[in-house]
């Protein structure tokens, strides 16, 4: 079945849904990963990003994004003017990538309390975008769907028992990844549930053994 959004696209400001809106996504999924606000923020571009990027302000999209704002907000064009307002600093440079989608951006952002991300994600079409590297680690997801990320030690029982922390509540998990740098290290699981999972389940995650982090990206009503 072809969803209406497949048809009539995301409602944003232009001009593309690819380099303008899906840009902002990139920027406001990198935001919310890092749960809290962005103090500078280096972005590399790839392939059609860098090339006609500036011209469909991909540029002052992720900006917009990493300011907390979607893609229909009118003052994306003015993104640049309100990061400085807030204080946030930003560098562009071209990346350069191997097999990569040709809409790909590379942030490695810093919040005002010193947390720190490193995200690759590309914007697939129509306002879509796949989140793909995070602090190093391969993953797929697409932050579409309640999404747990979960940073943990490399252990044995550490998937089970963070499946157990959100079993028990009657949450139910539709997807599970586990993502790994390297065995014995630290690892990235990414959790997708059909219901939205409250602060206080995260909060039994947090504080299970062996647990560095918990972001969350919760679906859009």
Same mark, same amino acid.
Request: charged share 25%; hydrophobic share 40%; aromatic share 6%.
């Given at each position: ?12 400001? &232009?001009?593309?849904? =690819?380099? #303008? @809106?899906?840009?902002?996504?990139? *920027?406001? $999924? ?5 749960? %809290? ?76 309390? &010193?947390?720190?991300? =490193?995200? #690759? @994600?590309?914007?697939?079409?129509? *306002?879509? $975008? ?5 602090? %190093? ?83 859009? @009503?």
């Amino acid at each position: 079945m072809t969803d209406i959004f497949d048809i009539l696209g995301p409602v944003m400001i &232009g001009p593309s849904s =690819s380099h #303008t @809106a899906g840009a902002v996504r990139i *920027g406001l $999924i990198g935001r919310t990963l890092l749960e %809290g606000e962005p103090k500078h923020a280096k972005i590399g571009l790839f392939g059609s990003f860098a090339e006609t990027g500036r011209g469909h302000g991909t540029d002052r999209a992720i900006v917009a994004g990493l300011l907390g704002f979607q893609p229909d907000f009118e003052g994306i064009p003015r993104s640049f003017e309100i990061a400085g307002e807030r204080g946030l600093e930003f560098e562009f440079y071209t990346a350069y990538l191997r097999d990569a989608h040709p809409n790909t951006a590379l942030l490695d952002i810093v919040s005002f309390d &010193g947390e720190t991300l =490193s995200m #690759t @994600a590309a914007s697939t079409g129509g *306002g879509r $975008i796949r989140v793909e590297k995070i602090d %190093g680690i391969d993953v797929s997801f697409t932050g579409e769907e309640n999404t747990l990320i979960v940073r943990h030690r490399d252990v044995r029982g550490r998937v089970a028992d963070i499946a157990g922390v959100i079993s028990a509540t009657g949450i139910n998990i539709a997807d599970m990844s586990l993502c790994r740098a390297a065995r014995g290290g630290d690892a990235l699981e990414v959790i997708e549930t059909d219901q939205r999972v409250p602060s206080s389940v995260r909060e039994k995650i947090e504080g299970l053994d062996g647990i560095l982090r918990v972001s969350y990206c919760e679906k859009k @009503a």
